[in-house]
DNA sequence: AATTAATATTGCAATATTACGATTATACCT
DNA sequence: AGGTATAATCGTAATATTGCAATATTAATT
């Protein structure tokens, strides 16, 4: 990339951004989608459901843990990764909030 | 990349995900809120304002043009940018209905 | 037609993302 | 402790993204 220059935007813009980079890969929506789906869940279990391979689905958890988008607990030999309806309200909230703010029209 | 697998995602998890895409870059959520604000937009002004050079916003503008959520019309010399809002709203809409399908919690 | 202003395109470098095999850690079970 | 199942991490390759300088295109104006 070119020498990343100093832009500044605004911290809604880069929240808004960031959080539209954990939802840009439909593996990510794929296994949000399946992880709310379950009464419990286990990372092989969605390995089987996607169709990637286990290291691959497991970065994918990291980037979505690191959002704060899933909370995962051990229970028994497994982890049950749970969604955080919390976070991931905010998360709506927030894109709403900019859809909302985004909508006049010049022509 | 690895080799891309021919996972299969839903037709609605790529849509969620090629609108995230778009949206997951500060310069392109800021561009889109600078051309929502304007009467009448052009692209040095936006130059100007977001501090990337113009044919990285050219290009911003390009990706933003394609998701279908601007339309250009030249107007004088320069063109002027406007929101589609109509498709803008298809978004918010999609991104709603993905979040208000996906909130259930095992935990 | 030449000039000027505005935007798009090209080419390329730096970096980020995605994917997976191999390996390592973790925790249960015998 | 040793064995087994599950998930994380490491290393690395392929590809995508981002950014800009240089150049080309487009359209109004002289």
New interface residues.
């Given amino acids: 990339m070119?020498a990343s220059?100093?832009?500044?935007?605004?911290q809604e813009?880069?929240d808004?951004?960031a959080i539209?980079?954990?939802?840009?890969?439909?593996?990510?929506?794929?296994i949000?989608?399946y992880?709310?789906?379950?009464?419990?869940?286990i990372c092989n279990d969605i390995v089987d459901k996607?169709?990637?391979s286990q290291p691959?689905i497991s970065q994918h958890l990291q980037i979505i843990r690191q959002a704060g988008l899933i909370?995962g607990?051990f229970e028994g030999k497994s982890i049950?990764y749970?969604?955080d309806?919390k976070r991931?309200?905010e998360?709506?909230d927030l894109?709403?909030i900019?859809?909302?703010?985004?909508?006049?029209?010049?022509?």
């Avoid at 220059?5 to 605004?10: A, C, E, F």
Wanted: with cysteine; glycine share 4%; aromatic share 8%.
């Fill in positions: 070119g220059n100093l832009t500044i935007h605004s813009q880069i808004v951004a539209a980079k954990v939802l840009a890969h439909p593996a990510r929506v794929a949000l989608e992880i709310s789906q379950q009464d419990s869940c996607i169709g990637l691959t909370k607990s049950c749970c969604l309806v991931f309200k998360f709506q894109f709403n900019y859809f909302n703010t985004t909508t006049a029209n010049c022509c």
